[in-house]
């Protein structure tokens, strides 16, 4: 137990301190310079590679998808996963709420209902592309069940919808984005009028300015490989323009609620439909402004309201300007892969994403192939270098811990609320603090070596010595009794258990369904030193509970030691 404490300590000090004063080689670059790798074969080499790969591909391998990835390869594995169907969060929702009417006809569904859907999917689901795909989307295209206007059952069909987009065509994503009603209330667009001389009334701006700046385009011009794009003296170039902003919000007035019969009632959300939040905004063309519109270089005239051919105009506009390649992959690769991708890694993906080889534009499927079979991904000589990886999110890694060590649920509800404080995970899906996500893509920690050579470290937004103690004390609940109410999630580590009198073999098991077999020298001393501290006594007729504990207790520190660890932290 002393020897559990002290590595506690360290781990909290190093996880926290080492952004800014390590020694180089855990956090400090997270990015850099990797060009001139060559094409790899698309076989995995051994067990660790075919871990490493399901790291970046799913929410965590499993013993069973290494056997898989080892016997097929990565690209059929991705062609497997890319047809893969998830199952649907409001379907669960609407069950589940039959289910607790049963015993409380007054039951409603609520924001814990939802994440019990996302960890059941995480964790067990078989499309665990498309569900890791639904996360990094959910981070770009955002709402938030934080904010009170968003309804619960709506916002699972939301991520429905990005999980049914996440290998369509962008162009698709962007649009069903843009009527769900769901966005519609996060960034005000629901209900938007034209505007009025009389009174003043302008179009709310709100999701005109993030569609571009937080899921298109961006702010600067761009180069196909991500760089910015700059003018004669230095200075980027920007992307748009306010007068772009405020015409564009021209375009989404007059969508509203759903409803079969529409009225200027159910435009303002008397006589809702009971599906209205879920199905898409409808058009309501007394709403919708007339003026000319001019933004990103195309004018609308001004005429009779025809809502849907200027939302259609500015929608293939924006999918179509230049910068979106560069600005999705970053993002893409960010989530998946590593948090600096080098430029010729986003102008390989840029490339999939302008033409998939069959002269399709914005092909999701093509994007995702491109970023996952890239060198970049999968040389794992990559691995061992201080300027690569990612921090994992903490969502990613309770999730890892899942599906590693068998964890189910016994109620079979995944009975896990709100892991938002900082004192717990610091995250809970679909629940960003804003708009801009729980971190921003470009953040760079401030008065760090990070911040010193300007690269990016998005997680480490919400990185402080108050989230780093709590991640490590929820662990140490976690692994030892369970997550969720009444420790409805846990697991009883039957394969760690078998293994657990002879310590290099467990570590072994750490090392490759944690860490890819990336563990130092360093940290496998460590925790064999410690797994020996916990004797396993020789059998006798009447201590077999006593053997079955200590190899138990073997087994838990294994994992948290593992999980604590600033090795296990950054995902390589």
């Not at 924001?111 to 067990?124: D, K, P, R, V």
């Not at 698709?172 to 034209?194: D, F």
């Not at 590693?404 to 509800?413: K, L, P, T, V």
């Not at 109410?485 to 009883?492: I, K, L, P, Q, T």
Request: charged share 15%.
């Amino acid at each position: 137990m002393i020897k559990k404490l002290r590595f506690l300590a360290l781990s909290v000090a190093l996880a926290v301190g080492l952004s800014s004063c390590g020694d180089g080689q855990v956090f400090a670059g997270l990015g850099g310079s990797h060009e001139g790798t060559t094409p790899l074969d698309t076989t995995p080499a051994n067990a660790q590679t075919a871990a490493r790969f399901l790291t970046q591909a799913t929410f965590g391998p499993t013993d069973a998808d290494i056997k898989t990835v080892l016997a097929i390869g990565y690209e059929a594995y991705l062609d497997r996963q890319l047809s893969a169907v998830s199952a649907s969060h409001l379907a669960y929702m609407d069950n589940r709420l039959a289910q607790m009417k049963l015993t409380n006809p007054s039951a409603t569904v609520g924001a814990n209902q939802f994440y019990e859907s996302y960890w059941l999917y995480a964790a067990t689901g078989q499309a665990q592309l498309r569900e890791r795909m639904k996360l990094a989307l959910s981070e770009i295209f955002v709402i938030s069940l934080l904010d009170s206007a968003i309804d619960a059952r709506g916002a699972a069909s939301y991520y429905d919808m990005l999980g049914d987009n996440a290998f369509g065509n962008y162009r698709n994503l962007l649009e069903q984005v843009s009527l769900h009603p769901q966005m519609g209330r996060y960034l005000t667009h629901l209900g938007n009028q034209k505007e009025d001389t009389a009174s003043g009334r302008k179009p709310d701006e709100n999701f005109a300015r993030e569609v571009l700046q937080l899921m298109s385009i961006g702010t600067y011009m761009l180069n196909d490989d991500g760089t910015i794009r700059r003018d004669g003296s230095g200075q980027p170039l920007p992307s748009y323009t306010a007068s772009d902003i405020s015409n564009l919000a021209k375009v989404f007035t007059g969508y509203s609620w759903y409803s079969p019969t529409p009225t200027n009632t159910t435009f303002a959300g008397g006589n809702r439909n009971v599906d209205a939040a879920v199905r898409p905004m409808i058009y309501y063309a007394n709403y919708h402004s007339i003026s000319e519109k001019t933004f990103l270089g195309v004018t609308l005239p001004a005429g009779a309201a025809n809502g849907p051919n200027d939302l259609k105009t500015a929608l293939d506009t924006i999918f179509n300007h230049p910068n979106v390649p560069p600005f999705m992959c970053q993002r893409l690769i960010q989530r998946l892969v590593t948090s600096n991708p080098t430029p010729g890694y986003i102008s390989r993906c840029s490339a999939a994403f302008i033409n998939n080889g069959a002269g399709v534009r914005g092909d999701l499927k093509a994007v995702v192939k491109a970023i996952l079979l890239d060198p970049e991904a999968r040389n794992s000589a990559l691995a061992a270098t201080p300027t690569y990886g990612k921090l994992r999110e903490p969502l990613i890694r309770v999730t890892n811990w899942m599906r590693a060590f068998g964890a189910a649920s016994i109620s079979g509800n995944y009975l896990i609320t709100s892991t938002s404080a900082n004192t717990s995970l610091g995250q809970s899906p679909l629940s960003s603090p804003s708009v801009f996500n729980f971190y921003r893509p470009g953040y760079v920690p401030p008065n760090t070596r990070l911040g010193d050579q300007n690269l990016t470290a998005p997680e480490f937004q919400i990185v402080d010595e108050v989230t780093v103690a709590g991640y490590a004390n929820t662990m140490q609940t976690v692994i030892g009794s369970g997550i969720g109410s009444g420790s409805d999630v846990r697991s009883a580590y039957v394969n760690e258990v078998a293994i657990a009198d002879d310590a290099n073999a467990l570590v072994d098991r750490m090392n490759l369904l944690l860490l890819s077999g990336q563990m130092s020298d360093a940290l496998r001393v460590r925790i064999i030193d410690s797994l020996n501290g916990v004797v396993i006594p020789k059998p006798t007729a009447t201590n077999q509970a006593t053997i079955a504990t200590a190899k138990l207790n073997r087994a838990k520190l294994a994992i948290y030691m593992t999980m604590v660890s600033p090795e296990y932290l950054v995902q390589r």
